[in-house]
């Protein structure tokens, strides 16, 4: 009898914690609503209608962030994907295209992610109007390949860049300068989210106002607000009303992303029951990706994993590169009208991504987040295709900069291709020092960009500068001490070399 009562009165204390639980979770969302009020009505017209749109879809991330319980996938149901869900690009090329090209061209639009800042490579504004390549910005390149396409096929793919409210004003500037292109330029925003204290969980904002300090309380909510915003926007349901029926998604700053032709015959040649309504690109990881997100199966779905869902004790099991062979380049093909019923049936399901982030002031906040590709378990048939590397050349830092301003690339139609000079398909590795962090100060370092078609390996570290035509061979490793300074000189050839100590050159 003992026994029995023992367990009944675990039972009710586990109920009653439940309940407790539950009753803090209302109590917080009913103090979330009444602060996103008292926001809302610092506004009023056209504002104050965006404004209830983005704290609507902010309302379902939060409900949903204190519903979660623990991680969100269990190790043990993680299986690999089926062979057949994830193609080889060889297989899909080898199909060869139609003589209609430019039919299929014509339900497309071409998405870039444009809400990031240049803040990390020391510029300011957005990060897609830094020069990249003879003076062009990551935002010509990508104008200048689309107008290609459309002049050479006779075609209409228009460009949409989801902007962000750090990134949107100054863009608008620009895009001015592209008026007279054969490229229709549309563009949309990326909705505003309100940072949230860490430990009260309620928004740092006092107003709407991006002055002062309660520019620190908002912030754009990661790529996989795509799918909202988009639809908000209105401007899906015009292009559908084009006869548009994939998005091409790719990030701005990765210069590989360009439109293929093989990848789209393959989708649009597909019998209607049977339409891929999503394929996510991946490529083969490599020591250098190991943090990448991956496609698993789970529960019958495909499906992305990203690191941060992964428990702790999985994660060197996650990075191995034996288990988990590929990795998502962001490179997505999306069906126009699939991610319109999946907004219109509120289906639209991803992870929540918790992310920390500590203000100059010092005050510890939440940014909640998600991603763009983890809404692939949502759509019918969806796949990955397995493309080379070339379709994976993010600029993240000065030292992927090194790489696309040098000789190993050439730039046709606002495309970059691997020279055939280069003997050897695969980026040399190059690891440049904090002084050449900031774009402004890297290039003040480079005389000219050096000769790297044979280099393998580049690490730079200290007061280092290049003078006009060097050039750089299999592994070459450059360290000027603290205090001490590198000048290497003009013409020089460095093969395998490691450079130390203090070399200058004076003007005489």
């Known amino acids: 009898m003992a026994l029995y009562v023992e367990g009944l009165s675990e039972r009710v204390a586990h109920k009653g914690m439940a309940q407790f639980q539950e009753m803090m979770r209302q109590q917080l969302e009913s103090s979330m609503d009444a602060e996103l009020e008292k926001l809302v009505d610092t506004v009023t017209g056209a504002d104050r209608d965006v404004c209830m749109k983005d704290f609507k879809g902010f309302k379902n991330l939060f409900h949903r962030f204190l519903q979660v319980k623990g991680p969100s996938v269990e190790w043990i149901k993680i299986k690999r994907p089926p062979e057949d869900s994830i193609q080889p690009y060889d297989k899909i090329a ?55 396409l459309n002049k050479t096929y006779n075609t209409d793919v228009p460009l949409v860049l989801m902007n962000s409210f750090n990134t949107d004003e100054d863009t608008k500037k620009i895009l001015q300068k592209y008026t007279h292109h054969r490229v229709k330029i549309h563009t949309f925003n990326q909705s505003r989210y309100p940072r949230i204290h860490k430990e009260s969980l309620l928004p740092v904002a006092a107003n709407l106002s991006m002055t002062g300090q309660n520019a620190d309380g908002w912030y754009p909510p990661g790529h996989g607000d795509i799918y909202a915003s988009f639809y908000n926007s209105g ?46 690109e991946v490529t083969d990881k490599t020591r250098a990706d190991v943090k990448g997100g991956t496609l698993i199966q789970y529960e019958g779905k495909l499906r992305l994993l990203e690191i941060a869902q992964v428990p702790k004790a999985h ?32 289906a639209m ?11 100059d002031g010092g005050l510890n906040v939440v940014q909640l987040e998600t991603a763009v590709g983890a809404a692939i378990k949502c759509f019918d048939n969806a796949m990955g295709i397995n493309v080379p590397r070339s379709r994976f050349l993010p600029v993240k830092t000065t030292s992927d900069l090194l790489l696309v301003m040098s000789n190993l690339y050439s730039l046709e139609a606002g495309s970059l291709t691997m020279s055939p000079k280069r003997e050897f398909p695969t980026t040399p590795h190059v690891k440049l020092g904090s002084s050449f962090t900031k774009v402004q100060e890297y290039l003040t370092r480079f005389e000219s960009i050096p000769d790297m ?36 000189p003009a013409g020089s050839m460095l093969e395998n070399k490691i450079v130390s100590g203090n070399l200058r050159i004076l003007d005489h």
């Open 315 to 346: 994660v060197d099991e996650f990075k191995s590169v034996s288990k988990f062979k590929i990795f998502n380049t962001n490179n997505l093909w999306i069906s126009l009208p699939a991610i319109k019923r999946l907004q219109e049936q509120n």
């Open 94 to 148: 080898a199909w060869g295209l139609p003589d209609g090209v430019a039919a299929s061209l014509n339900k497309l639009v071409v998405v870039k992610l444009n809400g990031g800042l240049g803040t990390s490579m020391g510029c300011k504004g957005p990060k897609s109007l830094i020069s990249v390549r003879n003076e062009n910005t990551f935002l010509d390149l990508t104008v200048q390949q689309i107008e290609h």
């Open 235 to 280: 401007l899906m349901d015009k292009l559908i009303a084009q006869g548009k029926e994939y998005i091409f998604v790719s990030n701005i700053d990765n210069l590989g992303a360009t439109v293929d032709l093989h990848i789209l015959h393959h989708l649009v040649s597909q019998p209607n029951g049977k339409r891929c309504e999503f394929v996510m």
């Open 453 to 488: 078609l044979e280099l393998d390996h580049l690490t730079v570290s200290g007061d280092v500068t290049f003078g006009k035509n060097v050039s750089l061979k299999g592994t070459v490793i450059i360290i000027a001490n603290h205090g001490d300074r590198i000048d290497i």
């Open 349 to 359: 399901d991803m992870e929540i991504i918790v992310n920390p982030k500590t203000l």
